[in-house]
T-cell receptor
Framework: LAKTTQPISMDSYEGQEVNITCSHNNIATNDYITWYQQFPSQGPRFIIQGYKTKVTNEVASLFIPADRKSSTLSLPRVSLSDTAVYYCLVGDMFSGGYNKLIFGAGTRLAVHP | EAGVTQFPSHSVIEKGQTVTLRCDPISGHDNLYWYRRVMGKEIKFLLHFVKESKQDESGMPNNRFLAERTGGTYSTLKVQPAELEDSGVYFC??????????????FGEGSRLTVL
């Protein structure tokens, strides 16, 4: 199972763009990259998912280079409410369900006024 | 549409007692997962149901833990007898079934278990 490595913590200010990079050197062919956000006392919440190149939704963008050994979550113009823990997960999504997703320590993002 | 709901939100029991956690997945979701985070550790996979069948239970820590999903709807996770190291937050998640891309995993808010 692919293991992921992310920075333990990051600090930013309101209105800035935040980029969180995740390394997954052992990613397998069938693995997708998914990012989750978690606030205190809540369950993780899906942000974005991708396989290669770039994916964008209303919340974030996900950049995945050709070798897929890393990925970068980009949050445009963060606000105080974006303060949370962000998890990068890699897993096989072609089994009709997630195959034992592994949560790492995540990146604790603190957004300051 | 209701999300994944878990009950109770917090349970405090004494060592040796039994606790049953319940999870109601999103209606129509075939896949149901249990994860947990014990104090200071990362979120760990426990098991995965596809409808009423256990697809993968390799994360269950020991035979004190029993998960069921009768009729492929809600699921229960029973801990009997509870030990101190079982304290933590137990998350349930669900996702749609099918043979294609699994997509989003929806998590509940968790059940916090405190064993004294």
């Amino acid at each position: 199972l692919a293991k992921t490595t992310q920075p333990i913590s990051m600090d930013s200010y309101e209105g800035q763009e935040v980029n969180i990079t995740c390394s997954h050197n052992n990613i397998a062919t069938n693995d997708y990259i998914t990012w989750y956000q978690q606030f205190p006392s809540q369950g993780p919440r899906f942000i974005i998912q991708g396989y290669k190149t770039k994916v964008t939704n209303e919340v974030a963008s996900l950049f995945i280079p050709a070798d897929r050994k890393s990925s970068t979550l980009s949050l445009p113009r963060v606000s105080l409410s974006d303060t949370a823990v962000y998890y990068c997960l890699v897993g096989d999504m072609f089994s009709g369900g997630y195959n034992k997703l592994i949560f790492g320590a995540g990146t604790r993002l603190a957004v300051h006024p | 549409e209701a999300g994944v709901t878990q009950f109770p939100s917090h349970s405090v029991i004494e060592k040796g007692q039994t606790v049953t956690l319940r999870c109601d997945p999103i209606s129509g979701h075939d896949n149901l997962y249990w994860y947990r985070r014990v104090m200071g550790k990362e979120i760990k996979f426990l098991l995965h149901f596809v409808k009423e069948s256990k697809q993968d239970e390799s994360g269950m820590p020991n035979n004190r833990f029993l998960a069921e999903r009768t009729g492929g709807t809600y699921s229960t996770l029973k801990v009997q007898p509870a030990e101190l190291e079982d304290s933590g937050v137990y998350f349930c998640a669900s996702s749609q079934g099918g043979t294609g891309l699994a997509g989003e995993l929806f998590f509940g808010e968790g059940s916090r278990l405190t064993v004294l």
